[in-house]
């Protein structure tokens, strides 16, 4: 969660800032918005790899997590990952709303309704019509990765690994990582591909909305 918020607030607080400048220097043809767009996320592709690893790099044995190369190495893509599909989260926002305090006080609004699809309290409450909504939750994929990496290993013995989920409607056994008929859905690797289909998604539609930006904008 903490990884989630820091990347978005670092994209809601600056490309607001920056949008005025690049319309203007777009439409002065000084250069085109796919050079930009992608100039943009390569050069902020070091700082989305190293912070997420150095928070990673700490928490991880602060907190005893599983000792283990392979497990901490995932545990580090995960929140890579985590990270960077929050980050084209956040430039969805910012792209749609010009006004920096606009984006940031929807932001909590249209973020953190996903929570409640996370894994990390019961959907029995929630109408069923609702669950297709988990599908584009960052919380879902980040929490299930990381609770699989660490509680569902090859290391553990076939016994560990039979953890009950709780208090989980049956037409929701889709969202619980230990459900026995329905585990296949929430195992790790879907829910790394789920994080990277966020990130290309959102960052897609970033581009799409830029690029209408530009077109829409009178010097």
């Known amino acids: 969660m903490n990884t989630l918020f ?4 670092n ?32 050069s902020e592709l070091p700082y ?28 580090l893509i995960t929140l890579i990952l985590i990270f960077n599909a929050s980050t084209g989260y956040a430039m969805v926002i910012a792209t749609t709303f010009s006004n920096k305090q606009v984006a940031v006080t929807l932001t909590p609004v249209l973020i953190i309704p996903f929570m409640l699809f996370a894994g990390f309290f019961s959907t029995s409450a929630l109408p069923y019509w609702t669950y297709p909504i988990a599908y584009l ?7 299930s990765a990381l609770y699989f990496n660490e509680f569902y290993s090859k290391h553990m013995k ?4 039979n953890i009950p ?6 037409t929701s056994s889709l969202y619980c990582p230990w459900d ?18 966020i990130y290309v998604v959102t960052y897609g539609f970033s581009l799409w909305n830029i690029n209408r930006l530009s077109k829409d904008y009178n010097i």
């Open 6 to 9: 820091v990347a978005i607030q």
């Open 11 to 42: 994209v809601i607080l600056i490309f607001p800032e920056e949008r005025p400048v690049f319309l203007r220097e777009v439409n002065n043809n000084m250069y085109n918005v796919t050079p930009y767009f992608w100039a943009k996320i390569f």
């Open 48 to 75: 989305c790899i190293l912070l997420p690893v150095i928070f990673g790099s700490i928490t991880y044995f602060s907190i005893g997590l599983n000792k283990t190369v392979e497990q901490f190495g995932l545990f």
């Open 137 to 143: 939750s960052i919380y879902k994929y980040g929490y």
């Open 158 to 161: 076939p016994s560990e690994k």
């Open 165 to 170: 989920c709780g208090d989980w409607p049956e």
């Open 180 to 197: 026995s008929q329905m585990g296949a859905h929430s195992n790790f690797g879907r829910n790394i591909a789920g994080l990277v289909c």
